[in-house]
């Protein structure tokens, strides 16, 4: 199977910081990549699919990119409501797997 | 307005067979660019993909925890039914059913609300 790592593993910013977030998978996945944003108690909500297609809602403040086995999420200008866990997802094959979170809290 | 709900029991016992039932409106599970699957995530931890069952009723599964899954659907009840075997304590999470959506590159777009599943004796 492929795996999916995530660095780092968390991270303390401020409203307004410009935030990066990394996703490493073990094998060549081209561009089949997902982010997702959880809060606490709540479900998963799709933020980016095709690696750096924007779903329809997200706001621009969120962006991806990368190919292959590397992929970043990047949060331009980090809003209050942005306090979250991120997880990758590579969706390459019918075996999806989720990488291991990024949580973004308060610095 | 597309939606998932998750019934099922909230406390199972170990060795129990566990049944999961995901109600989903708005979409079909017919249409042939959508799926569902089933998804887990044990208290403070990461989210884990479990089964997932397509239209034309292709199924795969985790392969850590295959021998112990069926996902199935009632397509006239707008309804996927998983059951995992042999439960034990680390099974405890919540549990999520989500649209995996082709056209968005497999993705899951919608999420049930999940359901917390605790076993214990």
């Known amino acids: 199977d492929i795996q999916m790592t995530q660095s780092p593993s968390s991270v303390s910013a401020s409203v307004g910081d410009r935030v990066t977030i990394t996703c490493r998978a073990s094998?060549?996945?081209?561009?089949?990549l997902a982010w997702y944003q959880q809060k606490p108690g709540k479900a998963p909500k799709l933020l980016i699919y095709?690696?750096?297609s924007l779903q329809s809602g997200v706001p621009s403040r969120f962006s991806g990119s990368g190919s292959g086995t590397d992929f970043t999420l990047t949060i331009s200008s980090l809003q209050p409501e942005d306090f979250a866990t991120y997880y990758c997802?590579?969706?390459?094959?019918?075996?999806?797997?989720f990488g291991p979170g990024t949580k973004v809290d308060i610095k | 307005q597309v939606t998932l709900k998750e019934s099922g029991p909230v406390l199972v016992k170990p060795t129990e067979t566990l049944t999961l039932t995901c109600t989903v409106s708005?979409?079909?599970?017919?249409?042939?660019?959508?799926?569902v699957s089933w998804i887990r995530q044990p208290p403070g931890k990461a989210l884990e993909w479990l089964a997932h069952?397509?239209?034309?009723?292709?199924?795969s599964y985790s392969t850590s925890l295959k021998s112990r899954l069926t996902i199935s659907k009632d397509t006239s009840k707008s309804q996927v039914v998983l059951t995992m075997t042999n439960m034990d304590p680390v099974d405890t999470a919540t549990y999520y059913c989500?649209?995996?959506?082709?056209?968005?590159?497999?993705?899951?777009?919608?999420w049930g609300q999940g359901t917390l599943v605790t076993v214990s004796s």
């Open positions: 708005g979409f079909s599970l017919s249409n042939a660019r959508m799926g």
């Open positions: 997802q590579q969706a390459n094959s019918f075996l999806p797997i």
């Open positions: 094998q060549g996945i081209s561009s089949w």
């Open positions: 069952i397509f239209s034309n009723d292709e199924k």
């Open positions: 989500a649209r995996i959506n082709q056209l968005l590159w497999l993705s899951f777009d919608y």
């Open positions: 095709a690696a750096s």
